[in-house]
């Protein structure tokens, strides 16, 4: 017995007429028949008295009609079920986050993913790198965005953002006023600089920076979070260079400005373990990615 055995025994008993029954599944009569009459031979028993004239459904026939009608339903249940799953439904993500992800419009696509998967439960942490890099390691995160590409083979990245630095004064400065800023004329000022534990790579990236555009910077402070260091910056600590999408921090008291033309720019990864991750995973991945 075949699911289209059930299909076509369903309508048959339906329309109670060989040419409308094979009317309604787009097939002509003898393939109807034919399949009928390998449904009967299956289950042993007569499902339909015909004759020239009609079509009758036997006691076995209205007995078995109850039980082919369940078994279609548990069928497409069963389908749907399946698609669902394949879309993420039921599922958990662990994602790990550095803080200037919140303004790399993160928080919104996912928000516009959930919308289209409500039984996919998203769960945020933060982390620095190599956090983050530890806990897909150790299975405790499912997706990371980290700002290094150096991350252990067995790992995937892909590259999610990419933007320029810019540099972050006071309000105050004297030239905060101004669009753009020419670093080597900073020189006397203090520097802020995201922590070297915190992410090596953006530490090294960020003195190369210094260097390709003639700023000899005086290391100040170091603090682990983006947003501490625009906070110091707010209160006349230093200056600093900032990814640009810090910009939409909304802390006063600073003043963003363009630099000149650098290949170093503050880049994120999408980092994952496709070896123990959710069926979903790959679908909020590439959601993600899209502008």
């Not at 009459?37 to 015909?50: I, K, M, N, V, Y």
């Not at 669009?179 to 995201?194: Q, R, T």
């Not at 707010?234 to 260079?241: D, P």
Request: proline share 5%.
């Amino acid at each position: 017995m075949e699911f289209r055995h059930l299909k076509y025994f369903v309508v048959l008993a339906d329309e109670l007429h060989f040419g409308r029954a094979a009317k309604r599944l787009a097939i002509s009569q003898p393939p109807l028949s034919l399949n009928i009459q390998q449904l009967e031979a299956s289950l042993g028993a007569t499902l339909f008295e015909r004759n020239s004239k009609s079509v009758k459904l036997t006691p076995a026939g209205v007995a078995f009609r109850e039980i082919a009608f369940r078994l279609l339903a548990e069928a497409e249940e069963g389908k749907e079920r399946v698609r669902q799953i394949a879309k993420g439904a039921g599922s958990r993500v662990r994602i790990g986050i550095v803080g200037s992800m919140l303004f790399r419009g993160l928080p919104e696509r996912l928000s516009a993913f959930q919308k289209e998967h409500l039984r996919v439960d998203i769960v945020l942490s933060e982390g620095n790198s190599s956090e983050q890099v530890d806990a897909l390691v150790r299975g405790q995160i499912d997706l990371g965005f980290v700002h290094t590409a150096r991350i252990p083979r067995e790992l995937n990245r892909t590259l999610y953002a990419s933007e320029p630095f810019v540099c972050c004064l006071p309000s105050y400065h004297p030239a905060a006023g101004k669009e753009a800023v020419d670093l080597s004329i900073l020189s006397a000022e203090p520097l802020i600089m995201f922590s070297r534990g915190a992410s090596p790579d953006y530490y090294q990236r960020i003195l190369a920076l210094c260097e390709e555009q003639g700023l000899q910077p005086t290391v100040r402070h170091e603090v682990r979070h983006w947003l501490s260091v625009v906070s110091l910056v707010s209160k006349g600590m230093g200056i600093a260079l900032v990814p640009s999408a810090l910009a939409d921090a909304g802390i006063g008291g600073v003043r963003f400005l363009s630099i000149g033309a650098s290949r170093y720019r503050s880049e994120v990864y999408a980092v994952w373990d496709e070896r123990q991750m959710p069926a979903v995973l790959p679908t909020l991945i590439e959601a993600l990615k899209k502008d």
